[in-house]
T-cell receptor, first 115, second 115 residues
Framework: GDSVTQMEGPVTLSEEAFLTINCTYT??????LFWYVQYPGEGLQLLLK?????DKGSNKGFEATYRKETTSFHLEKGSVQVSDSAVYFC??????????????FGRGTSLIVHP | DTAVSQTPKYLVTQMGNDKSIKCEQN?????MYWYKQDSKKFLKIMFS???????INETVPNRFSPKSPDKAHLNLHINSLELGDSAVYFC??????????????FGPGTRLTVT
């Protein structure tokens, strides 16, 4: 079945450091890929997405590129802030025509940013 | 303008009791989900309904019973609560058919504590 693997956390950085959170996936067909962010005490919210190979999703300074050849969707940010401290989830989803209704999430990576 | 709302936000109850969690979405989506998030932030999908029809029913004890009176509402009833049911339960919605990107919108969560 489909799966998503994320690097284990926590990832601890100082403010203004460069961030990379690795995500690789296994899936048949052509999934869409997502990064969700969960701030403390809140639900998940969509951070960015990419729907086909070589697409780059971006939002709030975060970027991720859909790499079909390496089945990866790594999350990057050039300069993190304390307010970026959260749990980040990589996920994939195929359309209804893809034969699977089940969204697949990684286990989440906690990011802690110190001032 | 809450997109996905859940009630209650906190639920503290004793073992053996029966409780319900309610969810409503005003996004016009055709599909709703229940997830369970454990203390390590692992997100497990439990159920999903598309236009009131059950389409995902993962390995969940039959003490858990979802009900969807219409496509904007999805409730979760739990019988004979156990200590292991303590978790945060998230409701989510998305467009399954005809949606371009299939991202999900999450509610704020219901923290269930069983004592």
């Amino acid at each position: 079945g489909d799966s998503v693997t994320q690097m284990e956390g926590p990832v601890t950085l100082s403010e203004e450091a460069f961030l990379t959170i690795n995500c690789t996936y296994t899936a048949t067909g052509y999934p869409s890929l997502f990064w969700y962010v969960q701030y403390p005490g809140e639900g998940l919210q969509l951070l960015l997405k990419a729907t086909k190979a070589d697409d780059k999703g971006s939002n709030k300074g975060f970027e991720a590129t859909y790499r079909k050849e390496t089945t990866s969707f790594h999350l990057e940010k050039g300069s993190v802030q304390v307010s970026d401290s959260a749990v980040y989830f990589c996920a994939l989803r195929k359309g209804a025509s893809g034969g699977s209704y089940i969204p697949t999430f990684g286990r989440g990576t906690s990011l802690i940013v110190h001032p | 303008d809450t997109a996905v709302s859940q009630t209650p936000k906190y639920l503290v109850t004793q073992m053996g009791n029966d409780k319900s969690i309610k969810c409503e979405q005003n996004l016009g989506h055709d599909t709703m989900y229940w997830y369970k998030q454990d203390s390590k932030k692992f997100l497990k999908i439990m159920f999903s309904y598309n236009n009131k029809e059950l389409i995902i029913n993962e390995t969940v004890p039959n003490r858990f019973s979802p009900k969807s009176p219409d496509k904007a509402h999805l409730n979760l009833h739990i019988n004979s609560l156990e200590l292991g049911d303590s978790a945060v339960y998230f409701c989510a919605s998305s467009q399954l058919f005809g949606g371009a990107f299939y991202e999900q919108y999450f509610g704020p969560g219901t923290r269930l504590t069983v004592t």
